[in-house]
């Protein structure tokens, strides 16, 4: 069985992704213009998307990554763990952040506090997918955004369900019997 039979619906296709990421790099391109940006990918999910982005991304603008988990048991603290750093100095610098999604924005507020006081110039984020959920309650201001998806655990294009998954080149839904 192909891991395409674990999908129940396919809610973003190839095509739309392209169309998707053609629309944010050239917002991105005019913003950015003049001022090499670093992008910096969370790590692994927002690698796919990170790749496709940047062929539209007409300016200079240089890559790094971090890889982030959180404290187990707490959550609602927003309290990140740093298991891999940026291997570029960001001070002085306009960071855009790459990431796959944005559920409660847990993540991403205590990545912009750490960023912060490593005196960027500015910082920006980039996600494909917005997943609107009332514990949104940290507010977190992301600029440009892919587009919204419905409540549901997605995969693919980068993300994963325990590690899975990520290869598959367009977002889908996954069955709820491969994850309950
Ligand atoms: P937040 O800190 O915004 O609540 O959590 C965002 C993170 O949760 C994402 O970076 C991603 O790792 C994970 N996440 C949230 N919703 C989904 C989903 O539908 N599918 C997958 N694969 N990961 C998700
Ligand atoms: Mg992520
Ligand atoms: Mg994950």
Redesign the pocket.
């Known amino acids: 069985m192909t891991i395409r039979n674990d999908i129940s619906e396919i809610v973003l296709s190839e095509e739309e992704i392209n169309k998707i990421n053609q629309r944010l790099g050239e917002q991105i391109t005019k913003d950015y213009e003049g001022k090499t940006p670093i992008m910096v990918g ?1 790590l692994k ?1 927002s690698i796919m998307f990170m790749a496709d982005l940047i062929k539209y991304v007409d300016t200079h603008m240089e890559m790094d990554f971090m890889d982030v988990s ?1 404290y187990v048991g707490t959550k609602s603290t927003g309290e990140v763990k740093i298991l891999k750093d940026l291997s570029t100095s960001v001070e002085g610098r306009h960071v855009l952040i790459v ?10 507020n205590s990545i912009i506090k750490f960023l912060e006081y490593r005196k960027v110039a500015s910082i920006e984020i980039v996600t494909l997918l917005d ?1 609107p959920v009332e514990e949104r309650k940290l507010n977190v201001d992301v600029k440009y955004i892919g587009t919204e998806i419905p409540d ?4 693919g294009y980068g ?3 325990d590690q899975k998954y990520r290869n598959l080149p367009y977002i889908g839904l996954l069955k709820p019997e491969f994850y309950s």
């Open positions: 969370l999910g959180s990431e796959d999604i944005v559920e409660t924005g847990t993540t991403l997943k549901g655990f997605v995969v993300l994963d369900f």
